[in-house]
């Protein structure tokens, strides 16, 4: 006790500076930016859990960087019905006209050393889509509905490991997958108007239905009142899901800053630069005649976002906030935009 305490005060003395930089990483920017996962470690025996709640506004429909209305979307009256986009006819059944994605993700992480952390989230996505009807459908063209689908989604896990640090930097090497316990089939009457049922297409399914692997690289650096920090991460499916497709491959690069207005309270810009190629494989049900996003071609495309944001903390708990508008997309064949994102997070380490 009394060699430890005597050490303790050695260190102190003979390294004052070195003791503030170790404080420098437990600011209010200690964490990235709300809509980045993986760019922190705990200490061995050390445990976090957060609640993250997302929500994802996307109106119009775009063919490539071009808007197109709603009336262009579902083509004009009589046959052929729908309209062709890149050699594919489409939206004969309906065309979507906007979308709002919830999630509500639940997320762990515990230090199991001082070089590796372990984490896991529960997602619960809460899908509504607002639709109008084109020619072939029973409901009568122009007419509206909306289709909703929510329940647990895929289930992400991995370890974060330390592959360098010093008082100031850290580079983390994110080792991640995903597990598929989202529901990916589900069917519905209500695009028919009760008169026949369609199981819900792509971008209305739960889950991706397949293992993901989710590799990832981040950079952080703490400056004396700022910090910035670079992430590379990825979503890839391995194989196809028992419907007999993958969803597309996922990249992002981001890259931010922090500055820090108080110890307690920093605010965040963020530049996300995003790619996701096409869904391979089809599921069979998938009819690219009825709408556009049964369509696998029509899934990728490119996103750059923008995040404004602010971490704060108060009695160990930390809240983090972002406001992520889409400033520019290219989409493949026809689909929703993506308007902006809100992100919202508690998280509390102890
Ligand atoms: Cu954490």
């Known amino acids: 006790m009394l060699l430890r305490r005597l050490t303790l005060a050695l260190a102190i003395a003979s390294s004052s500076y070195a003791m503030a930089d170790e ?22 025996g050390k445990w976090m859990v957060e609640y993250k709640y997302m929500v994802m506004s996307m109106e119009d429909n775009r063919i490539g960087d071009n808007k197109v209305s709603d009336a ?5 009256p009589g046959p052929p019905a729908g309209i062709n986009v890149n050699g594919i006819q489409t939206n004969a059944g309906a065309a979507p006209t906007d979308m709002t994605m919830e999630m509500h993700m639940m997320h762990v992480m515990y230090g199991a050393t001082e070089n590796v952390t372990l984490y896991t989230m529960l997602m619960l996505p809460s899908l509504t889509m607002d639709h109008i009807r084109g020619d072939m459908n029973p409901g009568g063209r122009g007419t509206s509905f909306t289709t909703h689908n929510s329940g647990f989604g895929d289930t992400s896990m991995g370890a974060l490991i330390r592959l360098y640090s010093d008082e100031r930097q850290d580079w983390i090497a ?3 997958c995903s597990v598929p316990t989202g529901d990916i089939y589900r069917e519905s009457t209500i695009p028919t108007a009760g008169a026949v049922s369609q199981p819900l297409p792509y971008p209305m399914r739960l889950g991706s239905g397949t293992f993901n692997a989710k590799p990832g690289l981040t950079y952080k650096r703490y400056c004396d009142w700022w910090s910035f920090g670079y ?30 207005l108080t110890d307690n309270w920093a605010v965040s810009l963020r530049g996300e630069h995003l790619w996701r190629t096409a869904y391979e494989g089809q599921d069979p049900t998938a009819n690219n005649m009825v709408i556009e996003t049964n369509v696998e071609s029509f899934r990728g495309g490119y996103w750059y976002n923008m995040g404004i944001g602010t971490q704060f903390m108060k009695n160990g708990h930390y809240f983090n906030f972002e ?7 290219d989409l493949d064949g026809i689909q929703l935009e993506t308007d902006y994102s809100v992100i ?5 380490a102890w």
């Open 23 to 44: 404080g420098r990483k437990s600011l209010a920017d200690k964490h990235a930016p709300a809509g980045i996962m993986g760019d922190h470690l705990h200490d061995e």
């Open 72 to 76: 262009d979307a579902i083509g004009p």
């Open 174 to 176: 994110n080792l991640g």
């Open 231 to 260: 992430q590379f991460q990825t979503d890839l499916p391995i194989g196809r899901n028992y419907r007999g497709y993958s969803v597309g491959d996922e990249f992002r690069f981001n890259s931010w800053t922090s500055v820090l």
């Open 323 to 329: 406001f992520v508008p889409t400033i520019a997309q």
């Open 344 to 348: 919202a997070s508690w998280s509390k």
